[in-house]
């Protein structure tokens, strides 16, 4: 979402890039000039690209086959050893149904978040604050009005063209907005780095902690699409379509904020150096807010209460900011051993902690990357709103999974190493993301 990006040629035009041999230069925000892609790479680019030139339908699976498919191969693994390890244990058939129990192993898919997600795409909203007395943490009984309606407007669609029921159709809309978030995120990646790059990032979104989410009745895949194509716009200077995406995300989570500012602070940018004019910087300024802000209004009235929204986060779910005061208590405790804290969830946890410690290294990698504004201020807002809320400290990792820009870094960082060294760096996490991200999140903690 940066105004600094440069004056490249649009995302149609991936396949005359390439048969010049050439890659966007690991810059960024404002590099014009292209970076001479290795001999190696660029003899096997040029004898791809004998014979007559492919259409434009055609030029767009030549260029995001590979990420996609890379991306999918890492999905189905982690997926297949998450069922595994569900049918090893056999827990979830103790389990209460809609949290982390189910008939069988898929359901498991479905549940804690996904409950309510099911409830909202056949029965619609009916917001209230209805007090609840007894529990020290726990104000006003929980009510669908937490979530966003975006997703289970999608997965009602989807159920009524293809007849699926709510689990169906909400699997069906993650695992597609999950590879358009792959190739928004490869998009980027190959901007920052070249193509090698952007398939490393697809691989990575795949593999990051927290990713069991995104084949899932989650909303997390369907906001990191809008969030990467956003980005990408704002990079390709298409200032009206990441507006119209920052909007429609903020009808999808709260945390949309952080794109909402990122695209409004790029555009405003672009707006004071007269680089795009002014009629469409101002436009995508003026627009992104209304998503977010209508649907927290509309719940409000409902209510009869204009902070209603936020009672009930706070109230129900005992989500508020707290400036980081919960995780850095959350963290002392978590490495001293101390498992005594609100939600604790030992796996989760330290899964959370070692993520923790690798997130000074991911920003320094994307420092490395040259990344244009907008990704910046996306990430840092991102991290923050995540790392300064009163949440369940084990889902650190499902919160920072929207940050994609921290893997494309790492990514970045990683195009230069062989094809044979990658796949055995992969290998292991391709395996273990079905525990890690898949098992731990669902039955070992609370996602």
Known sequence: ?????????????????????????????????PVTAPESESEGRSEQRTGPAPGRFMALVDRFAPALGAYAVVKATGLAVFLLLLDHTGDYLKKQVGRGGGAHAWDVLGTWDGVWYQRIAENGYDPQLIPLHGFPLATYYENSAAFFPLYPWLM????????????????????????????????IAERLGGFRAGVIAAVIWGLFPGSGVEWAVYSDS????????????VMTRRWL?????ALVAGLNRPTAAALIAAVSIAALVALVRRRDGVARPLTAMLITPW????????????MGD??????????AWNRYFDFGASTARTFMDVITGHWDFWQSNPVPDLIAIALLIALPGLLVLLGKARPPLVLWIFT??????????????????????????????????L?????????????????????????ALFELGIP
């Open 306 to 315: 204009w902070g209603g929204y936020f009672k009930l986060q706070r109230g």
């Open 1 to 33: 979402m940066s105004t600094a990006s440069s004056t490249e040629s649009s995302s149609t035009e991936p396949a005359a890039r390439e048969s010049s041999s050439t890659e966007p230069a690991a810059g960024g925000s404002s590099s014009t000039g």
């Open 415 to 439: 195009r230069r190493v062989r094809t044979s060294t990658l796949v055995g760096l992969f290998a292991m996490p391709v395996i273990a993301a079905g525990w890690y991200a898949g098992y």
């Open 241 to 245: 379509a990441a507006g119209l995406l």
């Open 380 to 413: 840092g807002l991102t991290v923050f709103t995540a790392l300064s809320s009163n949440q369940i400290f084990g889902n650190i990792s499902r919160y920072l999974l929207p940050a994609f820009p921290l893997f494309i870094g790492l990514a970045v960082a």
């Open 222 to 233: 369907l906001f990191v699409a809008l969030s990467a194509w956003a980005c990408y716009c």
């Open 291 to 302: 998503g977010l802000f209508g649907y927290v209004a509309w719940v409000g009235w409902r």
């Open 156 to 187: 009602r669609l989807v159920g009524a063209v293809t007849g699926l029921g709510p689990y169906g159709s909400g699997i069906a809309v993650s695992v597609i907005a999950s590879l358009v978030a792959a190739a928004g995120i490869f998009a």
